[in-house]
T-cell receptor
Framework: LAKTTQPISMDSYEGQEVNITCSHNNIATNDYITWYQQFPSQGPRFIIQGYKTKVTNEVASLFIPADRKSSTLSLPRVSLSDTAVYYCLVGEAGGYNKLIFGAGTRLAVHP | NAGVTQTPKFRVLKTGQSMTLLCAQDMNHEYMYWYRQDPGMGLRLIHYSVGEGTTAKGEVPDGYNVSRLKKQNFLLGLESAAPSQTSVYFC?????????????FGPGTRLLVL
């Protein structure tokens, strides 16, 4: 499984757009990129997943360049409730579902 | 649907005691997982199951045992608890295997071993 690197922490203010970039230089051809969100005292929650180009859902957007060696999670107009830890994971489709969680990015949204 | 539930929410053990953590899911998922999360770290996979009656070791299996006698339940056992097993334990499930499948997590069990 490809190792991921993401910033340890980020700060933002309410109403701003937040972009969290994840580096995965050794991503393989069949790997998917998935982001999870974890609030304090809760289990992680799936946010978004992509393979290439751009994916958007009601919560976030995921931008993946052509070389797929990095990806950027974009949270539009964050609120205080978006304060959480965000994990970037890379794993191969098929086989058993092994998720490797790094330390994640701690996002703090300020009033 | 309740999703994934875990019992108990919090437990204090003395070194050497045993206990069982229960995970239940009502989504008819085939795959179930047990993770542990230590302060400031991501989750690490302890054991997983790809279906009723099957179990397999994950990243950090030592000191733990698991059983999947019913499809909806996945039990994690500590036979002789050690302080190093103080952690937050999360159970998760997914419909099938593969990282493209969403994993659904429970609320966690906080375990303190004295």
């Amino acid at each position: 499984l490809a190792k991921t690197t993401q910033p340890i922490s980020m700060d933002s203010y309410e109403g701003q757009e937040v972009n969290i970039t994840c580096s995965h230089n050794n991503i393989a051809t069949n790997d998917y990129i998935t982001w999870y969100q974890q609030f304090p005292s809760q289990g992680p929650r799936f946010i978004i997943q992509g393979y290439k180009t751009k994916v958007t859902n009601e919560v976030a957007s995921l931008f993946i360049p052509a070389d797929r060696k990095s990806s950027t999670l974009s949270l539009p107009r964050v609120s205080l409730s978006d304060t959480a830890v965000y994990y970037c994971l890379v794993g191969e489709a098929g086989g058993y579902n092994k998720l490797i969680f790094g330390a994640g990015t701690r996002l703090a949204v300020h009033p | 649907n309740a999703g994934v539930t875990q019992t108990p929410k919090f437990r204090v053990l003395k070194t050497g005691q045993s206990m069982t953590l229960l995970c239940a899911q009502d989504m008819n998922h085939e795959y179930m997982y047990w993770y542990r999360q230590d302060p400031g770290m991501g989750l690490r996979l302890i054991h997983y199951s790809v279906g009723e009656g099957t179990t397999a070791k994950g990243e950090v299996p030592d000191g733990y045992n698991v059983s999947r006698l019913k499809k909806q339940n996945f039990l994690l056992g500590l036979e002789s608890a050690a302080p190093s097993q103080t952690s937050v334990y999360f159970c998760a499930s997914s419909l099938t295997g593969g990282p493209q499948e969403t994993q659904y997590f429970g609320p966690g069990t906080r375990l303190l071993v004295l």
